[in-house]
């Protein structure tokens, strides 16, 4: 076919063996047949040519591709010109979504577009997949959508639902259409079911409206939007509403768990918003960041915190995109913008920040009594630290930052604050260790432009400026001797695949250091903030850590499979980690007050830390805290975290604190008694089967908090996953199902 006759056809023809009839111009090829032009290609075990209509016959182990994917027949007759035809018993696979399409009989037209009878789509593998869907007739054009008539969804042989008309996707790439929903049952909202719909709105933006109807609180609607061109360019944006067929008027109408925080919620219309936002001003070098959160009233987010509506689901999204969070779902929420620019020596930040108090409105607190500080806006700059004088004898660092705010608020003293802090430190270091000396500086001055009175002193407050000294010395060595475990020839006897400590390390480093900054009465002055009242410090506070270091030896096989030579390779490991920390308080030593009620005690309690890790295996926190006074534990907290390669992961923390009435701690004298454990468990069964097992309990009110069960079940070409879970507020169960690679 390289004859001038044909030179409007330019096929490569290969074959065991080549029969030419020159009187009708046809050629007949048998045995590993393949007809090829660029990257398409017609293959069979049979062909069969016309060189007058450039028309071919293929017959037996058919594979075509002329376009983006390949079909497989039983056999085949394709217009080459055109590059139009039909095949008998035909497949199509799209790789991206990993669908099946096939079909009794398939008619290929222009570009990629197919049209089947009696046809079968699937993501399974298999002669008898877990579920597919079939039609009388289908059209499907690849990177575009299939149309489906009189179709019927299959598990296994069996149909269970049946659609005269139905579109599915046919890309590789993302494709607008119907999710799959999720399905569960709640004591506080009943049956529910929350149906998504996905846009596509370009390679870099996509919109989700979820639809969630709740036989107890009636249709949530909401708005997802998403934008991603680089990573320092990306917003996320969400938006429910509800129209909620539940008021609680009253503290005693609200459901267990609500019902103990004095407020009630008597509004129906509820919504959540949030977001994020990642990017540049005009230039690359400043940088923007926002975040929005504003939610309707203080029991939505503890209402509505599971599933993918739910604030659990979106803070790990916006973790996941942005690496930050937002305030915990029980707290206050803060919207904030910030822009901001890095020199070489020099840092600028302009924010501004609005504090949503969740408590206001609803019935509960009015706006005129709100005394929620908000930020607007702030300005910070930042001088890095350097060296005052390059290359002099002594070396003298120096940093700063300063900052000009303005506060405003419904209720209570309102203006702006202007600060600077330069620190000045000089490092010297030497053969038996370092004592790094710190000497800083903070003068604040106050400007205010509106008093009213709230009945808080320190909110009310007018004081024009302080200015505050501070100081710091640390000093610190290290100590270490190196074990050697192995002789001469640590390899010695080791073969392929074993491992061997060889050397051990065992440095310690002690530490002292003490700060001082003087008492300063700041009574007078407003309160925004925590920096609005620096506390007075006279402490020395010293330590020692023991660091424990193995160097191990592992031997593998060389790469030359005939003559194989020991690889012998070292790593480093830190296993294990001891620190012992105490402080003594001069400013209690010497205290006056309250001596009849409380005896000075100057020592802090002793803090032992302890880190033991084995490999990528297990790992064990542990912080003690012990009272020289009492004579006992004043608090624990305990995390341990153990992975078995694939199969297993299992985390628990453990955390006690004891009600201890003091003068340094005076503020916990009604505080309760605290004694909680958390257990997280992930465990492969046989097979398809996840277990996901989650407890967390008051101990010391023998009350549990939160306790759920997640089992998965993971097919090749499904997921399933059943869900239980049982907090303060509410019983859950929950049915999620995906199918990889379908949207409706």
Known sequence: MTDSEQETVHWNLTADRVVTHSDSNMIEAFGNVALREGDDFLK?????????????????????????????????EFDLKNRVGWLRDGSVFVDGPHIYFSGERVQKDFGDSYRFRNAKITACDGEVPAWSITAREATIELEGYSQLWHTSMQVKDHSVLYAPYAILPAKKKRQTGFLLPEVGQSSKRGLYYNQPFFWAISDTADLTYNAY????????????FRHHTTEDNKSWLRVDYLKDARTDSTEEDEPGGLDDDGLVRNNDDRFWVRGMFDGTLHDTQWKLKATVDYVSDQNYLREFSSGMSGFNRSQDDMEDLFGRSLAGEAQNRTSEVLLSRDWQRVGLGISSSFTQNVNVGNGNLTSSADNTVQTLPKIDLYLFKSNLVDGAALPVEIQATAQAANFWRHNGTTGARFEVAPQISIPLSGRYGSVISTVGLRHTQYSTSHKE???????????????????????????????????????????????????????????????????????????????????????????????????????????DEENPELVQRYDYSDFLRLRLQQSYDFREADRTEQLEKYSRRPFSDVELEARLSYDNIASLTSRTYWSPYIGMVTRHEHTLDFTYYERATFRTTFDFRQQVDEYKRKETETDDKLSSMNSELELKLWGPWTLGLNYEVDLEKGKDIEKGVDLLYSHQCFDLQFSYAKDGVEDEFSLWLALPGLSF
């Open 213 to 224: 109807w709740m036989e107890l609180r009636g249709l949530m609607q909401g708005l997802e």
């Open 44 to 76: 069979a075990d049979f062909i069969r040519y016309f060189g007058d209509t450039d028309w071919v016959l293929l017959k037996g182990n058919v594979s075509v591709k002329m376009g983006r994917d390949v079909v497989d027949a039983s056999e085949a």
């Open 453 to 559: 009175p709230d009945g808080i002193q320190e909110q009310s407050a007018t004081g024009t400026s302080r200015t505050i000294p501070s100081l710091n010395i640390a000093a610190f060595t290290e100590m270490a001797r190196t074990f050697s475990l192995a002789g001469q020839d640590p390899a010695a006897g080791m073969k392929a695949g074993d491992s061997r400590w060889t050397m051990l390390r065992h440095s310690i480093q002690p530490r002292v250091s003490y700060d001082n900054t003087p008492n300063v009465n700041q009574d007078d002055n407003p309160f925004y903030d925590v920096d609005d009242r620096i506390l007075a410090r006279n402490e020395l506070t010293y330590s020692v850590t023991n660091l424990f270091t193995r160097k191990r030896l592992s031997v593998s096989a060389g790469a």
